[in-house]
């Protein structure tokens, strides 16, 4: 078994055919009961470093999760901080964007929701629907209030790339390391799980028509996600695509990049100096 995660993460400057990259690879655990070992354990070494994470105080970290509907963005986000200590992580959902939002530029609304130094902080969908749905369904633009001069239908992606990067460049100047997961599930996995949702009373709510709508654009994602991929994977911001029509291998493999994210920042406890020492000692004689 290749446990080597690097292989998942996007190279930059590389040209990629998201055609050509498999939704399944060998699993990373050998059983259920394997699997939820692994899990328990990852969630364990993630939860050491979360609290470094935040009594380090200097660093934030950003995941991202983009995918097409089923892939388990929900469910590998949910397995993922399983464990983790409420108070240092914060999750976001990114909807259709509210009249107060669309009169900002489009980095504005998830600008305000990025994580503080100390936290991690969770996208389920980014700004990057700038990009996809939007790319898939250019008429959306007509509602973002943006000057007429400014709605050049070929240019404006470029542009939006170049935006990504460029902000994506300055929080990690600043402190913040952003992490990019794009959950790559196939057409046919995809069908069967609007199926076990269609088949299973209580998975109704988790199904909507809109999904099945958003489906019948499958290629123009794809190409979406595959240009927009090859121009915002930076060194310094990478996406990786996770393989995804086997849920527990993808949360897996989700965990072991997190956790060397993590391990790759430079942290320590905060060390007491000699006059905080002091007063320790202090007051464990008035204690004792
Ligand atoms: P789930 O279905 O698992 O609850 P979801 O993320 O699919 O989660 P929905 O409410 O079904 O949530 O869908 C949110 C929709 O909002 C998606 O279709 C997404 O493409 C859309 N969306 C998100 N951001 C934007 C944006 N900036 N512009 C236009 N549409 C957006
Ligand atoms: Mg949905």
């Given at each position: 078994m290749n446990k080597s995660i690097d292989r998942f993460m996007v190279q930059e400057g590389l040209h990629l055919l998201?055609?050509?990259?498999?939704?399944?690879?060998?699993?990373?655990?050998?059983?259920?009961?394997?699997?939820?070992k692994n899990l328990n354990d990852l969630t364990e070494e993630m939860s050491n470093l979360q609290e470094l994470l935040y009594a380090h105080n200097r660093y934030a970290l950003l995941l991202?999760?983009?995918?097409?509907?089923?892939?388990?963005?929900?469910?590998?986000?949910?397995?993922?901080?399983?464990?983790i200590n409420p108070q240092g992580c914060q999750v976001y959902s990114f909807k259709q964007p509210s009249a107060e939002e669309l009169d900002h530029d489009f980095l504005w609304r998830t600008t305000c929701r990025l994580p503080e130094r100390g936290r991690i902080g969770i996208f389920n969908r980014s700004y990057y629907e700038e990009v996809l749905v939007v790319r898939v369904h250019p008429e959306i633009l007509d509602n973002q209030n943006l000057p007429e001069e400014l709605l050049d239908r070929k240019g404006i992606w470029e542009n939006r790339y170049r935006s990504i990067r460029d902000f994506e460049d300055h929080m990690v100047r600043n402190g913040t390391r952003i992490v990019k997961f794009y959950l790559?599930?196939?057409?046919?996995?995809?069908?069967?799980?609007?199926?076990?949702?269609?088949?299973?009373?209580?998975?109704?709510?988790?199904f909507s028509s809109s999904d099945v709508k958003e489906r019948n654009h499958w290629d123009d994602y794809m190409r979406a996600y595959q240009e927009c991929l090859q121009a915002t994977a930076t060194a310094a911001a990478p996406w990786y695509i996770i393989p995804a029509d086997d849920k527990k291998n993808a949360r897996l493999i989700i965990s072991h990049i997190v956790i060397s994210v993590l391990k790759s920042l430079k942290m320590q406890y905060p060390s007491s100096g000699d006059v905080r020492r002091a007063d320790l000692d202090t007051i464990r004689k008035m204690l004792d």
């Open positions: 998201m055609a050509d990259i498999p939704t399944e690879v060998e699993p990373f655990y050998k059983s259920k009961n394997d699997y939820e991202i999760f983009q995918a097409m509907d089923a892939a388990g963005k929900d469910g590998a986000i949910r397995h993922v901080m399983s464990g790559h599930i196939s057409k046919d996995e995809q069908r069967k799980r609007f199926l076990a949702r269609i088949d299973n009373p209580e998975k109704h709510w988790k």
